[in-house]
């Protein structure tokens, strides 16, 4: 459980979309921090990686791989 207090215009925005989208605004705060946390691993793995000197993968390389 997680409970968070947001400035007013984010509240605003939040229920406005929400109202669009008919999402709840949970869902839509859910949504919004599962894709930052994603963000954030790649950030680290990638930071991360340069602290090691590993090579970095081309990203042309990891969607060939992936068949992107």
Sequence with gaps: M???R???TIEARLTALASETG???TALAR???IEYIDDLEDYYLVE???RLNRPAIPLAEVERELGL
Excluded: G
Aim: hydrophobic residues 55%.
């Design 2 to 4: 997680l409970a968070i």
């Design 6 to 8: 947001l400035p007013e």
């Design 23 to 25: 999402r709840t605004k």
């Design 31 to 33: 949504e919004a921090i």
């Design 48 to 50: 991360a990686r340069v």
